[in-house]
């Protein structure tokens, strides 16, 4: 086996257009699975990732391939995370190789993430091989979407590969392609190692594994490792390749992908995008691109019973083994006591940090609502502080100046939708840049919007207002200076720190009101009256009244059946035990996150 | 506890037509099995009561609609209790009865029987609110009914009344209740609906054919009647009951003083000796497995769905929901603690001061009981009074 019979390559899609499915089907038809070993989609292993039908990891696979002129080739896929969250992991992910699978659905046509996977592709100057997928349903239209492809992408219609992931058609084709089009990895043996970590994950036998492409260089399994960005060393416990399963090899070179199983004890001292060396003969330079990832959404998670402190604290360690990207540090609540200050890549790695602690750790959490970290300059000392939890916002006037993140936003929709669009964009502070039709009845709207605006519920209102039809993708675009002020909430008369949000003092207002509302019909009545407020300084700026529970009687005792009398009064009674007391007010975990709720219209 | 005399539950699993709120235990196919399920009846009390003939002071025919059985069923099955237990003389005999099922001839017969006292499920004088609950009769034929009742001496009778019904107005109850007392009933029981998962009207509620009854309404209806009743001279006894001086319902009575009380028939539930049962509910089903041979021992049947022993926990819980639920008796606080050999205020010290706090409860005469404001929030109070199980 020569180089030049290596392919490194990864499919990029737009999600559900089948990047699973035809990761599937390659394995099949290379032999690296049997069907008996065939369970549903292979690469998307986490339970969470297959149910929520999106690639969280990357992960990699090795397949070999009898092409048609006969050579028997090595295939590495890398598999790319599915979701805009892990832009960074993709871009990554796509480093390590030398072309792509650019999958298209058939009926849908290209959308958002296809052209943003496609363009980090670009960057990273990959051989793009075009696929129009799912071509056995009868609403296929393979031949305009082969269309698009040429208009929007610039790549010829006659390239694109039409198949069906799903039956197999034309699979074959595509192996072909791969070999043909994509170029084998250049390569220098000679050059001190470089391997570009693309993931990694934590074991517990042998500590975090790097997922590496290795670009320059070799390395012996006996020798010892160093990452260039923290000059942490390692001496590997095992060096292999994945078959799909790991499997231990002697070497590994120039031009392959593998794993270095590192015996390090955090992913963070092997993070993504780093670059692998040898510790006697390292490098000069890394491999170009590395960033630590950092956190843009925060919120803070609380233990519905203050006993499973200790219990959540133990899980959210164990869970950052495997996430470089989740940060979390105490924080003390007058409302829910002790808890976690969390740091996600966005809402939806929040969603999925929460429902694992959740399902796997068995945890009942309360979440507050997520925000986003704010920077302030104090007024009189002209300090600089940074806020990731709006409670922690210094009242208005002591603080000069504050600032917070926005982010380059692309809409690809059907220009049918494009005022309701501006329409939503508008309302939460989104600034229009510009518009492109890259085919007909289509339109790309690009907007910049600070990312508080669009963590919450704004996808949603998205995909509602469009019936599903619009995309979304974004990446930073760094801190703005905006009018922003704290927005309190006081549940009978007394400020709960956990519901306060930060907004723009022209929707304070309006935000209150509706939050007040929320809440309103969140928290059940009580024995008494439950006044709750909104408040901006020490002003209050909108209210509402839970009022006092008036009746509360079990219907009729049927024939005798006392055992079911008790047994709802202890089902009742195991409903309160799950609320926070806040005061002496019973308040429910739900309403923590009324804020998610509210409404623009 | 001293289980002086007890009370006898017996169910009759038939109606014609199943109301559009009902969760009961109750069967419109099974019709025809109605004189083989009253012999299964007495088959039952004979393997719950060997030999020793324990003296009883009330039977209650519940159901279901047990005015489908005809006069001879019931007078088989009361002749079996005489048989098996020792019945008083001046027990207090009742008869659920829907007002269409009954004419004078039927009446007649039942009273011979020894029935003496009738439970008529009237719950609404209004055409609309009776057809929403799908119930099959009409005012004019429980004004009929109560006639012919009297006409042969049955004149203790209890009438029940639902409110909360959706599309009901607080006006459109007032009109029921006074309705109502104008037939002179020795005894009220007036309801709140609860909309039960898997009814039909569960279902109308969630495609959005009802609008959920609005609780305050339902207060103010409930506080309506509470006056009105005490203005027509009826003591307001249980939280949802109402009696003539002297005519409280002694079976209810047991329930709600914890007592002991057999379940016979499919669906039933018992409580005697320390345990808890159930009979199984469906009728088939029990009537084979009655014909089982080795019954576990008093008070169980070989038709026991499930049982168990009451624990002390459970047996203070019970007794605080159950007790509490009778306004003017309330609960004891000295037979309290020489039954369980603790006081309440030990066993539930802050909550006792929240509840007295909030005015739920409040204790007079070394009772304890539920105030004004306590009999709207009961729910409130029974479930603050469970105690975990240790
Ligand atoms: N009919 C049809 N369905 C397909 C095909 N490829 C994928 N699908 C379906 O499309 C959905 C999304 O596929 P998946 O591979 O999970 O997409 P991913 O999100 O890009 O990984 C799944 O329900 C697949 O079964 C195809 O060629 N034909
Ligand atoms: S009559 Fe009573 S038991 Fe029969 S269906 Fe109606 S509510 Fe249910
Ligand atoms: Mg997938």
Redesign the pocket.
């Known amino acids: 086996m020569t180089q030049s019979n290596i392919r490194n390559f990864c499919i990029i ?1 737009h ?8 990761a599937d089907r390659l394995l099949q038809e290379t032999g690296t699975i049997t069907e008996r070993e065939m369970q549903e ?1 292979v690469l998307d292993s986490m339970d969470l990732e297959r149910e929520k ?3 969280i990891k990357a992960s990699a696979v090795r397949m070999k391939y009898t092409a048609k002129d006969g050579e028997e080739y090595i295939m590495n896929l890398i598999d790319t995370p ?1 979701h805009v969250d892990f832009g960074y992991e993709v871009s990554r992910a796509l480093l390590g190789c030398e072309g792509a699978l650019l ?1 298209v659905d058939a009926t849908q046509g290209i959308e958002a993430q296809t052209l943003a996977n496609l363009y980090l592709a670009l960057d990273a100057d990959l051989e793009i091989i075009p696929v129009v ?5 009868p609403a296929a239209m393979p031949e305009d979407v082969a269309e698009e492809v040429e208009n929007i992408i610039g790549l010829p219609a006659e390239d694109v590969i039409p ?5 197999g058609q034309n699979i074959g084709a595509v192996l072909e392609a791969i070999v043909k089009r994509v170029p084998p990895p250049t390569i220098d043996y000679e050059a001190p190692l470089r391997a570009l970590v693309f993931d990694s994950h934590y074991d517990s036998y042998k500590g975090v594994i790097a997922y590496v492409r290795v670009f320059e260089g070799k390395l012996n399994k006996r020798q010892w490792v160093q990452m260039m960005s923290n000059e942490v060393t390692a001496e590997p416990i095992e060096i292999g390749v994945f078959a799909p399963a790991m499997k231990p090899v002697d070497t590994l070179s120039a031009g392959e992908v593998g794993y270095i199983a590192t015996g390090l004890k955090t992913v963070r001292e092997c993070r993504v995008g780093d670059t692998i060396t040898l510790r006697e003969y390292p490098a000069k330079k890394p491999l170009p691109g590395y960033q630590a990832v950092k956190p843009m959404v925060f919120a803070g998670f609380y233990p519905t019973e203050g006993e499973d402190y200790s219990l959540l604290k133990e899980a959210l360690e164990r869970l950052q083994l495997n996430d470089a990207a989740l940060v979390f540090e105490q924080e003390t609540s007058d409302a829910l006591n002790f808890g976690f200050r969390c740091g996600f890549l966005g809402l939806f790695h929040m969603e999925i940090i929460q429902e694992r602690l959740e399902r796997e750790y068995d945890l009942d959490l309360i979440a507050t609502a997520p925000s986003v970290r704010y920077e302030v300059k104090m007024a009189h000392t002209g300090e600089e502080i940074v806020i990731d939890s709006p409670a922690d916002l210094p009242d208005d006037g002591n603080f000069e100046e504050i600032r917070e993140p926005w982010m380059h936003v692309q809409i690809f929709t059907p220009d049918e939708y494009y005022g309701v669009v501006m329409d939503l964009v508008i309302k939460r502070r989104g600034e229009f840049v510009g518009q492109e039709y890259p085919a007909p009845g289509r339109v790309v709207l690009k907007f910049d919007i600070p990312l508080a605006e669009i963590i919450i519920d704004f996808y949603d209102k998205l995909k509602s207002g469009t019936r599903g039809y619009a995309s979304m993708d974004y990446e930073t675009a760094g801190y703005r200076a905006s009018d922003l002020v704290k927005l309190e909430v006081l549940v009978n008369k007394a400020p709960v720190d956990a519901l306060a949000m930060i907004v723009h003092r022209d929707m304070a207002y309006h935000r209150g009101q509706k939050l007040v509302t929320a809440l309103k019909n969140k928290i059940p009545r009580q024995m008494f009256e439950v006044p709750i407020q909104a408040a901006t300084g020490k002003r209050v700026i909108s209210r509402a009244t839970v009022k006092a529970m008036r009746k509360d009687v079990l219907a009729k005792c049927y024939g005798g059946d006392i055992t079911r009398k008790r047994k709802l009064l202890e089902k009742q009674k195991k409903g309160k035990k799950r609320m926070k007391m806040i005061g002496t007010v019973e308040v429910p975990q739900e309403a923590f996150m009324a804020v998610l709720s509210l409404n623009d219209d | 506890m001293i289980e002086t005399s007890l009370s006898l539950y017996l169910h009759i699993p038939f109606c014609k037509h199943r109301c559009a709120y009902c969760d009961f235990n109750t069967y419109t196919s099974l019709l025809d099995l109605r004189e083989v399920y009253a012999d299964a009846l007495v088959a039952e009390m004979a393997q719950v009561a060997g030999d020793a003939r324990r003296p009883v002071h009330t039977i209650f025919f519940g159901g279901g609609t047990p005015s489908l059985m005809s006069p001879a069923a019931l007078g088989r099955i009361l002749d079996g209790v005489r048989t098996h237990f020792a019945l008083a003389p001046d027990a207090e005999v009742t008869m659920e009865a829907n007002p269409g099922t009954v004419d004078l001839e039927y009446l007649t017969a039942v009273s011979q029987t020894g029935i003496n006292r009738l439970s008529f499920g009237v719950q609404s004088v209004v055409p609309s609110e009776l057809a929403l609950l799908e119930r099959e009769h009409d005012f004019a034929t429980v004004v009929e009914a109560v006639q012919m009742a009297r006409q042969v001496g049955l004149d203790n009778f209890n009438l029940d009344l639902i409110y909360g019904v959706p599309g009901q107005t607080l006006a459109s109850w007032a009109q029921s209740v006074r309705t109502v007392l104008d037939l002179d009933p020795t005894h009220l029981s007036l309801y709140c609906l609860t909309i039960e998962p898997g009814t039909p009207m569960q279902r109308w509620l969630l495609n959005g054919r009802i609008q959920p009854p609005d609780p305050d309404l339902a207060a103010d209806q409930y506080e309506l009647a509470c006056t009105l009743l005490a203005e027509h001279g009826y003591d307001h006894y249980e939280i949802s009951n109402w009696a003539k001086p002297g005519r409280e319902c002694e079976h209810n009575l047991t329930y709600w003083r914890n007592g002991a009380y057999l379940g016979l028939g499919a669906g039933a539930h018992g409580h005697a000796a320390g345990v808890r049962y159930q009979i199984v509910k469906q009728p088939r089903v029990y009537l084979r497995r009655l014909q089982e041979s080795s019954a576990p021992g008093y008070p169980l049947s070989t038709a026991v769905a499930a049982s168990h022993p009451v624990n002390r926990t459970e047996a203070i819980s019970d007794t605080m929901m159950t007790q509490l639920r009778l306004l003017n008796e309330g609960l004891d606080l000295a037979a309290f603690q020489a039954q369980f050999g603790q006081s309440v205020a030990e066993i539930y010290n802050g909550t006792l001061d929240q509840l007295v706090d909030w005015g739920l409860v409040g204790v007079e005469n070394g009772r304890l009981h539920l105030t004004q404001k306590g009999w709207f929030l009961s729910n409130q109070v029974f479930y603050r009074f469970m105690l975990d199980e240790a």
């Open positions: 899609a999600i559900d257009h089948g990047k699973s499915t035809l989609q039908g999106v690639t599915g999958v997928n799912k071509i056995d349903l198949i069906s992931a799903k039956t």
